[in-house]
């Protein structure tokens, strides 16, 4: 079992940037696949970006590529998503999850952080 907390989330003008990190305690962290989603007022939560503990290859949703990076330190136990060229649409909590095979649905995942809110103004 792992317990998640994400920080990082914030205010940011278009164009801006921001770092959101996802710490884990318990054990196991590097067998973990790890992914990133968001959830915007009266949307559903939708995929952002995932690692996979395998071999660290990483996806992302098309609306994010090119302008997020997801990376993880098994070390320090955390999980990153840098998030450049932010727009207003980015706009949402932010969720970290986890679960020991990656994929593209909400559903894939068992753990999950509280979420961040994320806020990029125009």
């Known amino acids: 079992q792992v317990h998640l907390v994400e920080r990082g989330g914030g205010l940011v003008q278009a164009g801006g940037s921001l770092r959101l990190s996802c710490a884990a305690s318990?054990?196991?962290?590097?067998?973990?696949?790890m992914g990133w989603f968001r959830q915007a007022p009266g949307k559903e939560r939708e995929f952002v970006a995932a690692i996979s503990w395998i071999d660290d290859s990483t996806y992302y949703a098309d609306s994010v590529k090119g302008r997020f990076t997801i990376s993880r330190d098994n070390v320090l136990n955390t999980l990153y998503l840098q998030m450049n060229a932010l727009k207003p649409e980015d706009t949402a909590v932010y969720y970290c999850?986890?679960?020991?095979?990656?994929?593209?649905?909400?559903?894939?995942?068992?753990?999950w952080g509280q979420g961040t809110q994320v806020t990029v103004s125009s």
């Open positions: 999850a986890a679960d020991y095979s990656i994929g593209y649905s909400p559903d894939q995942y068992d753990y």
């Open positions: 318990g054990r196991g962290f590097s067998r973990y696949s």
